[in-house]
């Protein structure tokens, strides 16, 4: 071989890196080709051969031997065993062999993926929630060191199949989702840091192993997909071609759309290897077949025949055939028989020995073995510290909680139960984790339980029964199992339980597989903290995310349903700024705790005293500093509803209010913003110029910003009911065909009214010398205007844009449409008409006459959603990285627009007074319900307050919480106290 020679030449050309070189470099071909002049046809098809090798027994296997030493294969594949027994074995093969050895192992996610005693690095998974190129690559780069370091050449990885199968049995968390895209730029990044250190990156399944509800291992499975939908699964590989990956594994797969051949596995297939591959893709590197004893090729075709058709196909590496002798027979045999070209042979095998060139083979060195471990536990643990870095998001962690019911309170004075759930065959030391419980303890006392797998709801509910009444339960969902079905199901027991959970009081950890998810079915009222990798710290994070110290980074890489598509995201800012310097950690977090148990206890206290002297029924308020809610509570109840069939019952989240006024800003402001950034349309503009209706009333003359600040001259609003009953107006206690339009669950009128009262005010003249009167009849009419100019109504039109895709289920007009009317909290009860009790019904009587849907009254939420959207507001138009408005339009809409009043436009704001408290800052803005309901942000202070209760029920004569201006006090409390 005149090996030394060839090492000297080698140096002269020395190689490139191998993710920056576009072909094989002139040293590695006249490398190939010298070796191959002295190879006799045996020898080039042996080097066609990667052969199995386990580490798990030191030993020399013999059969191993002979077929390095006296068949000349070209490589090995390692499986099982331990890092320094491979070592030792891999040094032994390679100076037996005349050739080195191309080295091949499965390392998806690192050597631990078969090696013992080693850190497992992050799933595909993970990555692909994640989200992060630039973390892709530093895992591609450690990956690549830690197989230098074990003198492993080609691993078989990253998985680039674009899992569009939840069901997939084989690939599911293999893969980095199910976004072609996504898949393409999280692969490509990956292969980079790989082989950046030298090692040939391998992407697979070719063609695409993500559509398939079957194990390739077990059969051959089948990939329905038409040539287009292949389209997305082929995209990746097209990319990772074109960025240079070093090799492609393709896998055995039936694919009627590619192959006309019944039952011929991809693998075999020419049409798939070498006419699309290598021809239609221009994929130039090694082609690598999967494992030839797979059940998909061995369960029809006998090994030495799928050799044969494998480089017939145009495969160049056949992995794990059964027999090297008799496969490189098989191959000598069909090409002396004219079915095997003796040419293409040695292409094949050139372009082996050329990608081992590239590997650094040429001069073939020995593992080091001494501090073999430790040199790659320091490997691992230098991208932990990259992966895991302290931060207020965790890219391995997501928080699906659409009602906003954490983060929890911490040192709220109530209990925890932390309840494990343990698999089969595990014990509960097996399965709790030391650090989420340090994590959890640092908050609150945590009682710690578990139950075992096979538990039925009843025997959770016994082991509750043995533990405070008012804890709050997180249930922990630790799968260990990564394969098999159970990896992608929750017990059925657990879901039976949480669904008849009390949604405030419970929480699911799960961490695992997020397919598991699927068979929840209760994202609407359980959160749910997902995290991606089942090992400590991820724990640990998790349980900092309960809390608020940590939120979730990821993305979901895989729907689950409708609500949680792949790519959502709930990324907000951390309470508690881990980073910044000055105060250490631990004391920042101290004091941040304390302001926030300090504004809890005051205003706990404020709240329970309105509720006892009888200021409101019910209430809810949200407090959110930073993005995150610092303070929730929910007090009071609902009473009886006879005509419904409920009996009295508690105040939850779940309860929604009606806003009242708010809907002024938190819809038609909200859609008016929209209109006038979108359509390039000032608050100058004369409402007559953009909406000929309006040039046919008394008002048509007026701009935009006359309607929005109340300058308009209209009245304050019309006495709709007097005027109808005038007009011979009659109801009904139930609706029918005509009397359809509701004024209260036992009152209906007939549709026509609402016209009339439109025709009403439409008729309305302003007065000539307008001044500040605050008025329904402007946001009306501004209601009306969007519906015009957006051709659709205004609770199609906020919904839409605003509040579906910002996750808001609980936010919107006409709650019994949307689902919500058992959830509705009561707002008035009139003897007019009589409308008697009104609930699920707008209260104001104006938007009630006009359907329900009106610009100044007929929106209801619960505090978190409202909250959500006025965090929106105060975050200049972003929510959760999604921009809804340009922060220049909200600035322009939020300020005080004339010296005739303190108000911007659409929204209030401070008069310097006592609207919402004396001295309130003036960079507050929002509005209030004449229900009860307050909502304002504070951009300056990154504040938002919101507080919403039915102080009109049953009588709108209660003034008391006005009189005593509890919600301004509440405000005033936040201020005082906030960090």
């Known amino acids: ?78 499986f099982q065993g331990h ?168 896998a055995h797969l039936e694919i009627p759309a590619l192959e006309a051949e019944p039952g011929l596995p991809s693998s075999l297939s020419p049409s798939v290897v070498r006419h699309l591959l290598r021809d239609s893709m221009h994929f130039e590197g090694l082609i690598i077949t999967d494992a030839l004893n797979m059940k998909g090729v061995s369960g029809k075709y006998k090994s030495a025949t799928a050799c044969v058709m494998a480089l017939q196909a145009g495969n160049d590496i056949l992995l794990f055939p059964e027999d090297a002798s008799v496969a490189i027979d098989s191959i000598v045999s069909a090409i002396r028989q004219g079915k095997l070209d003796s040419l293409e042979l040695r292409q094949h095998a050139r372009r082996i020995l050329i990608q081992k060139h590239q590997a650094g083979l040429a001069y073939y060195k020995p593992i080091q073995t001494e501090n073999l471990v430790d040199s790659l536990l320091a490997v691992y643990q230098d991208f932990q510290d990259k992966w895991s870095v302290p931060q207020p998001t965790y890219p391995g962690l997501s928080v699906l909680d659409p009602n906003h019911r954490l983060p929890l309170q911490p040192f709220s004075g109530k209990h925890g139960l932390l309840l494990q759930w343990v698999p089969e065959g595990k014990s509960a030391n097996d399965v709790l984790d030391s650090q989420l419980i340090d994590a959890l303890m640092q908050n609150e006392h945590w009682y710690i339980s578990y139950v075992p797998y096979n538990a039925s709801p009843s025997d959770i509910v016994a082991e509750i029964q043995e533990f405070p009444a008012d804890c709050f339960v997180l249930l922990a969902h630790t799968e260990p199992k990564i394969w098999g079905k159970t990896s992608r199901e929750l017990p059925a027991a657990l879901v039976s339980w949480l669904s008849s959970r009390e949604p405030s009081q419970t929480a699911l950890l799960h961490a695992g597989n997020p397919y598991a998810l699927r068979s929840l079915g209760l994202y609407n009222r359980i959160p749910v903290l997902l995290s991606y990798e089942n090992d400590s710290r991820s724990l640990a994070f998790a349980a900092e995310a309960l809390y608020g110290r940590m939120c979730g980074g990821a993305q979901l890489p895989a729907t689950l349903n409708s609500r949680f598509p792949a790519g959502y995201c709930a990324k907000q800012t951390s309470t508690i700024p881990l980073w910044e310097t000055g105060e250490t950690q631990a004391q920042k977090a101290q004091n941040t705790s304390t302001a926030y148990r300090l504004i809890a206890t005051q205003l706990d206290e404020r709240i329970n005293r309105a509720l006892s002297e009888g200021d409101f029924p019910a209430a809810q308020c949200v407090v959110m500093h930073h993005g995150k809610v610092v303070y929730q509570q929910a007090v009071g109840s609902i009473d009886a509803d006879e005509q419904l069939h409920l009996g009295p019952r508690k105040l939850s989240f779940e309860h929604v209010f009606d806003l009242a006024s708010i809907t002024k800003v938190a819809a038609t402001t909200l859609a008016v913003m929209q209109l006038c950034q979108e359509k390039k349309i000032a608050p100058s503009t004369v409402l007559s110029k953009v909406w000929p209706e309006a040039s046919h009333t008394p008002w048509g003359h007026l701009p935009l910003s006359a309607f929005l600040t109340h ?193 911007g436009l659409g929204f209030d704001r401070s008069n310097g007074k006592n609207n919402i408290f004396v001295g309130a800052p003036s960079s507050l803005f929002g509005h209030s319900g004449f229900t009860g309901t307050w909502a304002w942000t504070d951009p300056n202070r990154d504040l938002v307050f919101v507080f919403l209760s039915n102080r009109t029920y049953p009588s709108d004569s209660n003034k008391s919480l006005i009189q005593k201006g509890v919600r301004g006090d509440l405000l005033q409390t936040v201020y005082q106290y906030l960090p």
């Open 1 to 78: 071989m005149r090996l030394r020679q060839i090492f000297w030449l080698y140096i002269i050309c020395a190689p490139s890196f191998l993710w920056a070189q576009k072909g094989p470099s002139v040293a590695a071909q006249i490398w190939a080709d010298s070796l191959l002049k002295t190879m006799s046809l045996e020898r080039m098809a042996a080097q066609t051969l990667m052969m199995p090798a386990w580490s798990r027994d030191r030993s020399i296997r013999p059969d191993l031997l002979k077929n390095v030493e006296e068949l000349g294969i070209g490589g090995i594949i390692f």
């Open 83 to 250: 890092p320094l027994d491979q070592a030792y074995l891999s040094n032994f093969y390679q100076q037996q062999s005349q050739i080195p050895l191309l080295i091949g192992m499965d390392a998806e996610w690192g050597l631990s993926m078969r090696l013992n005693d080693l850190p497992k690095y992050p799933f595909a998974i993970s990555m692909g929630a994640a989200d992060d190129e630039a973390l892709a690559l530093e895992l591609g780069r450690s990956l690549g060191k830690e197989c230098r370091i074990l003198g492993v050449h080609v691993s078989f990885g990253p998985v680039v199949d674009v899992n569009t199968n939840p069901d997939n049995p084989i690939i599911g968390f293999r893969s980095f989702g199910e976004n072609p895209d996504k898949v393409a730029r999280m692969a490509m990044s990956q292969i980079q840091g790989m082989q950046e250190q030298g090692i040939l990156a391998c992407a697979k399944h070719f063609p695409g192993h993500g559509n398939t509800a079957s194990d390739s291992h077990k059969e051959l499975p089948i990939v329905t997909d038409n040539r287009m939908q292949l389209q997305s699964h082929l995209k990746p590989f097209q990319s990772c071609i074109d960025k240079g990956v070093a090799s492609i594994m393709v």
């Open 711 to 903: 300058q308009s001259g209209l009245p304050a609003f019309l006495s709709f009911f007097s005027t109808m009953k005038s007009q011979g107006a009659e109801h009904r206690i139930q609706a029918d065909s005509q009397f359809r339009l509701a004024l209260s669950n036992s009152c209906f009128v007939e549709a026509r009214w609402s016209d009339s009262a439109w025709t009403w005010i439409q008729n309305q003249k302003p007065d000539p010398h307008p001044r500040y009167v605050y008025s329904d009849l402007n946001m009306i009419i501004m209601g009306k205007w969007v519906e015009y100019m957006s051709q659709c109504s205004l609770n199609r039109y906020v919904d839409s844009l605003f509040y579906s895709p910002m996750g808001l289920t609980h936010l919107g007009f006409l709650p019994e449409d949307k689902g919500m009317d058992y959830w509705c909290v009561p707002a008035g009860y009139e003897n007019n008409w009589p409308r008697q009790r009104i609930c699920g019904i707008v209260h104001d009587p104006s938007a009630a006459v006009l359907g329900g849907i009106s610009g100044n009254a007929g929106l209801f939420s619960n505090a978190h959603e409202l909250a959500a959207l006025f965090q929106m507001f105060c975050d200049g138009g972003l929510y959760r990285d999604r921009r809804y408005l340009n922060e220049a339009t909200i600035k322009q809409f939020s300020k005080a627009f004339s010296n005739k009043s303190h108000r």
